[in-house]
C-alpha cells in the first residue's frame, strides 16, 4: 500500500511563495509508473485537482493555478513538488498529494497523503 507524506505548507503573505513536497513510500513496482497529482479542498467545498504529472512527465493545471505554481518531481527521491507563487488568499486551504499506478484517468481514487495546509494572508 503506497504511503503518501506531504510537507511545506505554512502561512505566507499574499504574493509571496511555497514549496509543497510529497514523498512516497511502499509502493509497488517503480515510483516512475505512477501518475501524480495535487488537490486541494476547504471546508464546505469539494476537492479540486490543481495540477498532475502524468507517467511520461506531461502536467497539467487547472485554470485557477495555472501560470503560478509548477508541478515536478524528483523519482530518484520518490518526492513531487508543488511551488506556488503569486499565492492569493484564496488560495488558502489544504493540500493533498495523490498517486495512481499508470492509469491517470483514475488519479484520486488511489492513494491520498494526509494533507498539508496553506494559510495566504492579505
Known amino acids: 500500500q503506497m504511503q503518501l507524506v506531504e510537507s511545506g505548507g505554512g502561512s505566507v503573505q499574499a504574493g509571496g511563495s511555497l514549496r509543497l513536497s510529497c514523498v512516497a513510500s511502499k509502493y509497488a513496482g517503480s515510483y516512475s509508473d505512477y501518475c501524480m497529482g495535487w488537490f486541494r479542498q476547504g471546508p464546505g467545498k469539494e476537492r479540486e485537482e490543481i495540477a498532475r504529472?502524468?507517467?511520461?512527465?506531461?502536467?497539467a493545471y487547472a485554470d485557477s493555478v495555472k501560470g503560478r505554481f509548477t508541478i515536478s518531481r524528483d523519482i530518484a527521491k520518490d518526492s513531487l513538488y508543488l511551488q506556488m507563487n503569486s499565492l492569493k488568499p484564496e488560495d488558502s486551504t489544504m493540500y493533498y498529494c495523490a498517486a495512481v499506478a499508470l492509469d491517470c484517468s483514475r488519479l484520486g481514487l488511489d492513494y491520498w497523503g494526509q494533507g498539508t495546509e496553506v494559510i495566504v494572508s492579505a
Open positions: 504529472i502524468e507517467v511520461e512527465g506531461s502536467t
